[in-house]
């Protein structure tokens, strides 16, 4: 069975720019989270996305967004791009939504902007 | 609000000698409680996990952690560590609804000395 795929592995962009990053779950997982981890920060929770809706937001502006398809894949949109948006960028899914569901994460985009 | 602290930013241990990392929650009521890893340049992936029952909990890879509600804590621990435990290891609390996300400490980085 497939893991949860991230792309692109890495992403150089310029302050101003708009950064797309991508992931597939589990195939029949229908929850997508996406982590921000800078250096020093440990993970912080950006979106959560269950069934094609925003189920939950982290403590981030609104210029960090997303969506989620039919196919349960998931897109992070982060527009006008800081220096300090630069971080690892973790997609993990679950089962179904919740706590009580493990969540199972790809290896990260590692974003960095100049 | 749910909250977790890992005081330790870095710790060295022997191989061989015995771990224990500390974790530390805030939560109202009982949590589900998780360890994870992150070995370097990969996502995490999940060591054990507590939800309610037996309070000392045994995971992959030769690992355990006890939650104990008085002190809000819940510790890992591994009798005999081996050079390929280096890594990054995050403790995380969930809440038992289906809304719940799950929030990550900040990590604790451990080095093997060999």
């Known amino acids: 069975e497939a893991g949860v795929t991230q792309s692109p592995t890495h992403l150089i962009k310029t302050r101003g720019q708009q950064a797309t990053l991508r992931c597939s779950p589990i195939s029949g997982h229908t929850s997508v989270y996406w982590y921000q981890q800078a250096l020093g920060l440990g993970l912080q929770f950006l979106l959560w996305?269950?069934?094609?809706?925003?189920?939950n937001r982290g403590n981030f502006p609104p210029r960090f967004s997303g969506r989620q398809f039919p196919n349960y894949s998931s897109e992070l949109n982060v527009n006008a791009l800081e220096l300090e948006d630069s971080a690892l960028y973790l997609c993990?899914?679950?089962?179904?939504?919740?706590?009580?569901?493990?969540?199972?994460f790809g290896p990260g985009t590692r974003l960095t902007v100049t | 609000a749910q909250s977790v602290t890992q005081p330790d930013i870095h710790i060295t241990v022997s191989e061989g000698a015995s771990l224990e990392l500390r974790c530390n929650y805030s939560y109202g009521a009982t949590p589900y409680l998780f360890w994870y890893v992150q070995s370097p340049g990969q996502g995490l992936q999940l060591l054990l996990k507590?939800?309610?029952?037996?309070?000392l909990v045994q995971g992959i890879k030769g690992f355990e952690a006890e939650f104990k509600r008085s002190q809000s804590s819940f510790n890992l621990r591994k009798p005999s560590v081996h050079w390929s435990d280096a890594a990054e290891y995050f403790c995380a609390v969930g809440a038992k609804s289906s809304a719940s996300k799950i929030i990550f400490g900040s990590g604790t980085r451990l080095s093997i000395r060999p």
């Open positions: 996305y269950d069934e094609g809706e925003e189920r």
């Open positions: 993990a899914s679950s089962l179904a939504p919740g706590a009580s569901y493990e969540q199972y």
């Open positions: 507590y939800f309610s029952g037996d309070t």
